[in-house]
Structures are given as C-alpha cells and as structure tokens.
C-alpha cells in the first residue's frame, strides 16, 4: 500500500538499537514530503533536521556536521545535483552521506546522482526496506569515522514506522498541509504555464505531483506527471491538453 511517498513491504531482520544516533538533514522543497519523512524517523527515534531547498541543505551542513543527508534531486534554485557538488568541494565541511530522492526514477537517473558525488540513490515512493540499508551503511561509514561509539541509542521500532505510515494521524496530517499548500502550488503552475515558462511548469508539476501523492489522488498525479514529463519537450500544446484535463477536478479539492 502506498500514503505518499513511502510504501512497505514485511520488514526483515530484527530491530536495531544503534540508529537514533546518526544525525540525519532532509532536504525537500515540498512541505508534505518532509513531514512524511520526518513522521517516519522520529518513529525510529531520529531528530532529523528539515530544510527547504539545496542551499539550506549547504549551509545547514557548513554549521553542523551530518552522517546522512536524504536530498530530493528535483528543487527549485539550488537542486539536489547542485547542493552536493557545493558539499562535496568544500573541504572544510564535514563529508556526509548523502541519498538521492526522486519521485520518478528516468533512464540515467542514478548515473547522474552518483557523478555529482551522492552516494546512493532511492526512487519514491520509498521502500523502508530500502531506506534501513541506508540507515545501516550510514551507521557502518559513522562507526568507523568516530573514535568512539558514543551513547547507545534508543532501539528502532520498525513496526512503529509502518503504524505511522498507514494511521489517521499521518492521514489527516496530509490533508490539512494538502489544503494549506497545494492551491499555491497549483497557481503557480498556471502561472509557469501562462508564461510558457517550461522550466517552471516542470519544477512546479513535480512539486504538485507529490502533494496529490500524499492524499493518494493517483489518477490526477498521474496527470500532473505528465506534465513534469512533457514540460522539457516545450510541448505547449500537450501541457495545455493536460492542464485542462485536470483542472476542474483539482480546484474542487481545495
């Protein structure tokens, strides 16, 4: 079953205790898929900090040092490709582990994500499977750069993590940012659109796309996507087409 961007399958192997003492950044232009994530660590008994964009994401890590930065790859401004090209030449910032997060994963994806100095790549929606191996290697690349293994943290509920992502709480949690949100996100999709500004309808669809993810409207996401999709093509036409399709449909949700 699929809320947002994380799904699950039967978790495997027992829970560890180590986990809550990494510290972790989320990096995410999209307010929802930051509270999904967030709701999903402090499960496990993370404190993750949560940014906004790439260049939060630079100077949250020239500030603090970090074991694993969780970075969306598509942000407006600064993207995820950018903010770890800055990471990784600073040499005076401490050097995290840094995991791609792409709503869709394209041919090349993963090749991009690793040439710009990521290290490991997770398409949404996300396999919490997928994310402990992050996790793990995150807490093995940790253990070995620390002298020492600090205090013991608290044991990570797995199955916590799954009551979270199916509850009413995380439900109506997503409903109220859908409603606080998406009608800015939708306006400046049309806006983008209007102005045949593509770069803008495709950053702007993307954003949209996860928003309509989290409330688990599939059909119109789906819609949206292609829109992200079509936008780099400069297919004004087929956007208009899509645009229209979908419209009154999703001003009726706000």
């Not at 009413?168 to 659109?193: I, S, V």
């Amino acid at each position: 079953r699929i809320l947002g961007h994380i799904c699950h399958k039967p978790i495997s192997g027992a829970a560890d205790n180590r986990y809550s003492s990494l510290r972790i950044l989320v990096a995410d232009d999209n307010p929802t898929n930051r509270k999904v994530i967030d709701m999903v660590l402090g499960s496990l008994g993370y404190r993750p900090d949560l940014v906004n964009n790439g260049a939060e994401a630079v100077k949250a890590c020239t500030q603090s040092p970090y074991d694993l930065v969780l970075m969306d790859v598509h942000m407006p401004d600064t993207d995820g490709y950018e903010a770890t090209r800055q990471i990784r030449a600073n040499s005076t910032t401490a050097q995290p582990r840094i995991v791609a997060l792409t709503a869709h994963a394209m041919a090349g994806d993963r090749e991009a994500c690793l040439a710009a100095g990521m290290d490991a790549y997770l398409a949404k929606p996300l396999d919490l499977n997928l994310l402990r191996a992050e996790l793990e290697a995150t807490h093995r690349v940790s253990e070995l750069q620390s002298e020492t293994t600090g205090i013991a943290p608290s044991e990570a509920n797995w199955s916590s993590a799954i009551e979270v992502i199916s509850g009413e709480d995380l439900r109506n949690e997503m409903l109220e940012l859908f409603r606080k949100h998406a009608p800015h996100q939708w306006a400046t999709l049309l806006q983008a659109w209007k102005e045949s500004d593509f770069e803008g309808m495709r950053l702007a669809a993307h954003t949209f796309k996860s928003s309509l993810h989290h409330i688990e409207e599939l059909e119109l996401a789906n819609i949206v996507q292609d829109i992200e999709l079509q936008a780099p093509d400069g297919d004004m036409e087929a956007c208009s087409r899509l645009i229209h399709s979908c419209q009154k449909q999703i001003e009726a949700l706000f």
